[in-house]
């Protein structure tokens, strides 16, 4: 029998589970990707994220022509709405099955669906795998047999059962030789960025490798810092984390390498641990989307997970639009917040740290629907990546499964202070305020006017004032939030 795989956010031609089922079940193995129109016609023209995919599929297509050991093997690409061209494709090809990794965002879910009912129209089968994710789904549940929402114990759950069952990758090696050629009509160069539409972006000049052996650099580099992340992880200022979460993203990654990794130093070092608990995280939200659909519908429309909390009244009209104006253009006067939000607008990642700071600021400080915050970071975030974004936002906001108490408020000043005690991130986005004292720099505000004269700073003219006062906004949000009080 011959096969397709399709492939999606899982750009790598190791480890990989559907390639791997695909190769053990069938004598012919084509390989495709679909730049699918249905997403890329609502996104801008530069979109670092395009372009990541597109260097990624140029080494992929390498990658399994190499494995194949013919040059003519490798990546079919196809530019078309990915719903229609996959059927297409698999009759045109003549396969008797597809393969694919599961998604478990509520648009691709819905795409699969028809997917496989289009399929099966034509007698084709569907075989989607676990890929993306240690644990998915109802794979873990409490004893009572319902699904978590409370990390703590999730993370013991996942803990006890993980071993090395659901830790070893995929041999797709092994059965490379079930690679076919491509038909020549289909042996095309992968798409120029020009041929769907799409302009470059500054990515080359981020320390953003792209592609599996972009993510393997990251990691190799990574691997030398393990130990101390636990130490690292919260300051900005520092290279502490892995930077590996738009790899994670789009596959470039595998998920079991990641993990095995850190569980098995976990036990020597802290740093192995901390880390892999974050990979814990990754997974407690995927099943908290799978597991609570209404916190994100398909068009993207989430809903608090904690239904009380949709009764809040955030700022409205004029004045809640020139306050979000204001946050995502990195203008709020409070230096932490703005240097995050020009990290974002600049190099599409923002630090852990900074994006549970901005998040806080844009729903408790300005009063802003946290909806609209998902949305622009949904926008501009490499790694954007729905089940970590929405939870990250119901975090932040208090209505999540596991968030933090409603009247728990980070101070932006207290936080700025703490986490970059000598302003060597604000000064990387503020180069005017780096003149400013470090104990200046976290409320310039404050600073003495014979210290701002030296820095030659002008505020209202070189940097905002607050376009809040953090006190002031506090009292507000707690009585904002007094509806859910009773409930919380
Ligand atoms: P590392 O610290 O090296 O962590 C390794 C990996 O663990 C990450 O790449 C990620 O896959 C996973 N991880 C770490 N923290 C979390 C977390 N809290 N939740 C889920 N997974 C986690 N992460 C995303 O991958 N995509 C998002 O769209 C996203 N949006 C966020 C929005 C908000 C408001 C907040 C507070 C957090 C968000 N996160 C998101 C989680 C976290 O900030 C990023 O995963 C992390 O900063 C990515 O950088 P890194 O790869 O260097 O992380």
């Known amino acids: 029998p011959a096969g ?12 990989h589970a559907a390639l791997y089922h695909a190769l053990r079940h069938c004598r012919q193995v084509h390989c495709a990707f679909v730049f699918d129109t249905a997403i890329l016609q609502g996104l801008p023209q530069q979109d670092r994220r395009v372009e990541f995919i597109r260097e990624s599929l140029v080494q992929l297509d390498e990658a399994l022509r190499q494995l194949a050991g013919r040059p003519g093997a490798g990546l079919i690409v196809r530019h078309a709405a990915a719903e229609a061209e996959i059927p297409r494709l698999a009759r045109e090809l003549g396969v008797q099955s597809v393969f694919a990794n599961h998604d478990y965002e509520p648009g691709a879910a819905a795409r ?5 009912g289009a399929l099966a129209h034509a007698g084709i089968a ?3 795998s676990k890929d993306q994710a240690i644990f998915e789904g109802e794979e873990l549940l409490t004893q009572a047999g319902t699904a978590y929402s409370v990390f703590t114990p999730y993370k013991r759950a996942w803990l006890a059962k993980v071993d090395a069952f659901y830790l070893k990758s995929y041999p797709v090696e092994r059965h490379a030789a079930a690679l076919a050629e491509r038909p020549a009509t289909l ?12 302009e470059p972006t500054n990515l080359w000049q981020l320390p953003v490798p792209p592609g599996a052996q972009g993510g393997r650099a990251l990691l190799d580099d990574f691997l030398t810092r393990l130990d101390r992340y636990h130490a690292t992880r919260d300051f900005p200022g520092v290279k502490g984390p892995s930077y590996l979460g738009v790899h994670l993203r789009f596959g470039t990654v595998s998920i079991r390498e990641l993990a095995r990794l850190a569980h098995v130093r976990a036990s020597k070092s802290e740093g192995a641990a901390t880390w892999l608990s974050e990979l814990i995280w990754r997974d407690f939200y995927f099943q908290i989307l799978s597991n609570f659909p209404h916190v994100a519908d398909e068009a993207g429309n989430g809903r608090s997970f904690r239904r009380e909390y949709d009764a809040i009244a ?5 004045r809640a639009r020139q306050l979000f104006a204001a946050w995502c253009e990195g203008r709020t006067g409070y230096p932490i917040v703005d240097a995050a939000m020009h990290q974002l607008n600049q190099t599409g990642y923002m630090h852990n740290r900074l994006r549970m700071v901005a998040a806080s600021f844009l729903c408790k400080d300005l ?7 998902e949305r622009y970071f949904a926008a501009h975030l490499n790694d954007y990546d729905l089940s970590a974004n929405n939870g990250g936002w119901q975090w932040a906001s208090s209505s999540g499964c596991d968030a933090q108490p409603y009247f728990r408020i980070f101070n932006p000043v207290s936080q700025s ?26 409320a310039p505000w404050e600073a003495r006017p014979e210290e701002l004269e030296a820095a030659g700073l002008a505020l209202g003219r070189d940097y905002p004032r607050p376009i809040v006062d953090h006190d002031e906004a506090r009292r507000t949000t707690l009585q904002r939030y007094s509806v859910v009080k009773s409930k919380a």
Do not use: C
């Open 417 to 442: 202070r703490k986490f970059d005690a000598d302003g060597k991130f604000i000064a990387r986005y503020l180069p005017q305020l780096a003149k400013l004292p470090a104990a200046a720099m976290h």
């Open 126 to 128: 569907l075989h989607t």
């Open 187 to 198: 042996r095309k160069e992968v798409s120029t960025l020009e041929d769907i539409g799409f």
């Open 4 to 15: 397709l795989v399709w492939f999606r956010r899982d750009l790598r031609a190791n480890d």
């Open 367 to 373: 009063g802003v629907d946290w909806r609209w915050g």
């Open 112 to 116: 699969d669906a028809r997917v496989r």
């Open 314 to 318: 955030w700022e409205k009209g004029a």
